[in-house]
């Protein structure tokens, strides 16, 4: 596709539950961001693939987070044993190189995590 | 590690023009951007600065000063739907090289 998608827009799930959040980076991109986003907050990094490198995880809130990034495309996000303190809204963001201006990161829409 | 702070609220008057500050440490530095998010929506790029001076794109001008840790976006002619949040986004390097977004300046403008 023509941009980052993620899908879904919006998950709602109780607490305790697992989560596995999608997203499909721009195609060629070789780096890929996880942020998450509460209401009025600004970006907090969690995880960051660049290449067949190892990713940065230094973000990651829990050992209940944990994402994976499959043939260099596609990565999905897990949240384990869901809180009610990870309800925000998770971005995922990808850039075609990490040096210059093509470090510059698209974002998809997002998915809006509600916890009950 | 890496800290980036900016103003948390800005308000400015349609027609004006108003500068917003960024102030960063990181380790190594491999460029600084800026991303304008309006409401309920995704950030999306604005501008990007690696080398000292002024970057200019219409009516969206940002500078960097790298000895200082110091960068500014500079909005003229302002319309009403620049009002949003202008984040702004520092890339370390080596194995600083993710990159870290700041808390973001939310700009309302009003008539």
């Known amino acids: 596709g023509a941009g980052v998608s993620q899908s879904p827009s919006n998950k709602v799930t109780e607490k305790g539950k697992d989560v596995e959040l999608r997203c499909d980076p721009i195609?060629?991109?070789?780096?890929l961001y996880w942020y998450r986003q509460s209401l009025g907050q600004g970006l907090e990094f969690l995880i960051y693939f660049q290449g067949n490198s190892a990713p940065d995880k230094s973000g990651l809130p829990s050992d209940r987070f944990s994402a994976e990034r499959t043939g260099g495309s596609v990565s999905t996000l897990t949240i384990q044993r869901t809180q009610q303190e990870d309800s925000a809204v998770y971005l995922c963001a990808s850039s075609r190189g990490t040096g210059g201006e093509s470090g510059s990161a698209f974002f998809g829409p997002g998915t809006r995590l509600t916890v009950l | 590690g890496q800290n980036i702070d900016q103003p948390t609220e800005m308000t400015a008057t349609e027609g004006a023009i108003v500068q917003i500050n960024c102030t960063y440490q990181?380790?190594?530095?491999?460029?600084l951007f800026w991303y304008q998010q309006h409401a309920g929506e995704a950030p999306t790029f604005l501008s990007y600065?690696?080398?000292?001076g002024l970057e200019e794109k219409g009516r969206f001008s940002s500078f960097l000063s790298r000895s200082k840790g110091y960068s500014y976006l500079l909005l003229k002619e302002l319309q009403m739907k620049d009002s949003a949040s202008y984040l702004c986004?520092?890339?370390?390097?080596?194995?600083?090289?993710?990159?870290?977004f700041g808390a973001g300046t939310r700009l309302a403008v009003h008539p």
């Open positions: 990181t380790s190594g530095f491999n460029g």
């Open positions: 195609s060629g991109h070789t780096a």
């Open positions: 986004a520092v890339r370390g390097a080596g194995g600083y090289n993710k990159l870290i």
């Open positions: 600065n690696v080398l000292d």
